[in-house]
C-alpha cells in the first residue's frame, strides 16, 4: 500500500521530517543544506533554494519536476512534481522572530508571507511552523510539557522541555491537552549562546538553561542530529501528532 507523500521545505536536520515519517508519511526534504545537516538528514531531500525548487516542481515547467536523492548514493533518485504530495509543510528559518535574537531580528528576512503565498497557491494540504512571536495566522501552540518531554541531567537532576511552537494550517489543527509547566522542575532547552549553569538559570535568571548534547537529544527525543540541528530542531513527536491529523483529514477526503 502506497503511503501519501509529504513535502519538507526548511527541512534542516529532519526534526519535523520523523514526526510526519512516523506518522505514515514518506517524506521528502528541500534545503540549502549545509554538508553536514544532508548527511544527516534521513530521508530523500534536495539541497536547493526552497522557492526556486517550489517553481521547479511547478508541472508547467521545462524540467518538469525534480529528483529527490536518498542520502545513500547507491539508492536510484525519484523525480517528482508538486502534485505528487498529498501535503506541503514548512519551517522557514525562526532568526527574524526569535527572543533569542531580539537585537538582530531585522537583519534577516521575512519568509513567512513568501511561503504562505506560495502554499496558497499550490492550494493543497499545508502547515507552518515557527517560534512564538511569528507572524503566523490562528496558530496551534505545541509544548514538551503536552508530551511529557523530560530527561535526566548528568547529575542527577529532573528535567523538563518546554520549547513552544506555533503552527499554521488551512485544516483545523488541536492539540493534546494544555501546558504543564511544573516549577518544582528545572526547565531545559537546546539552543546556541546559552550558559550551561544550572544553579544560576534556576536561581538567578529562573528560566532554563542547556544540558550536554546527550541531554538535549534526550529532551528532543532526537538521536542522528549534529548539535547545532538540535538547536533549530522540532521534537518529532509534535509532527507526528500533527501528522496524525494530516492523515486523517487526507483519509476523510478520500471517503
Same mark, same amino acid.
Given at each position: 500500500?502506497?503511503?501519501?507523500?509529504?513535502?519538507?521545505? /526548511?527541512?534542516?536536520? +529532519? #526534526?519535523?521530517?520523523? $514526526?510526519?515519517?512516523?506518522?505514515?508519511? =514518506? *517524506?521528502?526534504?528541500?534545503?540549502? /543544506?549545509?554538508? @553536514?545537516?544532508?548527511?544527516?538528514?534521513?530521508?530523500?531531500?534536495? !539541497?536547493?533554494?526552497?522557492?526556486?525548487?517550489?517553481?521547479?516542481?511547478?508541472?508547467?515547467?521545462? $524540467?518538469?519536476?525534480?529528483? /529527490?536523492?536518498?542520502?545513500?548514493? %547507491? *539508492?536510484? +533518485?525519484?523525480?517528482?512534481?508538486?502534485?505528487?504530495?498529498?501535503?506541503?509543510?514548512?519551517?522557514?528559518?525562526?532568526?527574524?522572530?526569535?527572543?533569542?535574537?531580539?537585537?538582530?531580528?531585522?537583519?534577516?528576512?521575512?519568509?513567512? $508571507?513568501?511561503?504562505?503565498?506560495?502554499?496558497?497557491?499550490? +492550494?493543497?494540504?499545508?502547515?507552518?511552523?515557527? *517560534?512564538?512571536?511569528?507572524?503566523?495566522?490562528?496558530?496551534?501552540?505545541?509544548?514538551?510539557?503536552?508530551?511529557?518531554?523530560?530527561?535526566? =541531567?548528568?547529575?542527577?537532576?529532573?528535567?523538563?522541555?518546554?520549547?513552544?511552537?506555533?503552527?499554521?494550517?488551512?485544516?483545523?489543527?488541536? !492539540?493534546?491537552?494544555?501546558?504543564?509547566?511544573?516549577?518544582?522542575?528545572?526547565?531545559?532547552?537546546? @539552543? #546556541? $549562546? !546559552?550558559?550551561? =549553569?544550572? =544553579?544560576?538559570?534556576?536561581?538567578?535568571?529562573?528560566?532554563?538553561?542547556?544540558?550536554?548534547?546527550?541531554?538535549?537529544?534526550?529532551?528532543? #527525543?532526537?538521536?542522528?542530529?549534529?548539535?547545532?540541528?538540535?538547536?533549530? %530542531?522540532?521534537?518529532? *513527536?509534535?509532527?507526528?501528532?500533527?501528522?496524525?491529523?494530516?492523515?486523517?483529514?487526507?483519509?476523510?477526503?478520500?471517503?
Amino acid at each position: 500500500v502506497s503511503r501519501p507523500k509529504l513535502l519538507d521545505l /526548511f527541512c534542516c536536520e +529532519g #526534526g519535523a521530517s520523523m $514526526g510526519y515519517h512516523r506518522a505514515g508519511f =514518506d *517524506v521528502y526534504g528541500i534545503d540549502l /543544506f549545509a554538508d @553536514y545537516s544532508r548527511k544527516r538528514y534521513p530521508f530523500p531531500a534536495r !539541497a536547493l533554494d526552497v522557492f526556486h525548487a517550489l517553481r521547479l516542481l511547478r508541472p508547467d515547467h521545462l $524540467g518538469r519536476g525534480l529528483v /529527490f536523492y536518498a542520502a545513500e548514493p %547507491s *539508492v536510484r +533518485g525519484e523525480m517528482l512534481l508538486l502534485s505528487d504530495f498529498d501535503a506541503v509543510v514548512a519551517s522557514p528559518p525562526c532568526q527574524r522572530y526569535s527572543i533569542t535574537n531580539a537585537a538582530r531580528q531585522a537583519d534577516y528576512p521575512d519568509l513567512i $508571507g513568501p511561503t504562505r503565498e506560495a502554499l496558497q497557491e499550490w +492550494g493543497g494540504l499545508y502547515v507552518i511552523e515557527n *517560534v512564538k512571536g511569528a507572524p503566523l495566522e490562528n496558530p496551534l501552540t505545541l509544548c514538551g510539557s503536552m508530551f511529557g518531554l523530560s530527561a535526566t =541531567d548528568e547529575d542527577g537532576t529532573p528535567l523538563r522541555m518546554e520549547r513552544h511552537r506555533l503552527f499554521e494550517s488551512n485544516v483545523h489543527l488541536f !492539540a493534546p491537552g494544555p501546558c504543564i509547566h511544573d516549577k518544582a522542575i528545572q526547565v531545559a532547552g537546546s @539552543y #546556541g $549562546g !546559552a550558559r550551561r =549553569d544550572k =544553579d544560576e538559570a534556576r536561581n538567578v535568571r529562573r528560566g532554563g538553561y542547556v544540558p550536554s548534547a546527550r541531554v538535549q537529544a534526550e529532551l528532543l #527525543g532526537i538521536d542522528w542530529m549534529t548539535q547545532k540541528g538540535m538547536h533549530q %530542531s522540532i521534537p518529532p *513527536v509534535y509532527t507526528e501528532f500533527i501528522g496524525r491529523q494530516l492523515m486523517a483529514h487526507i483519509e476523510r477526503e478520500a471517503a
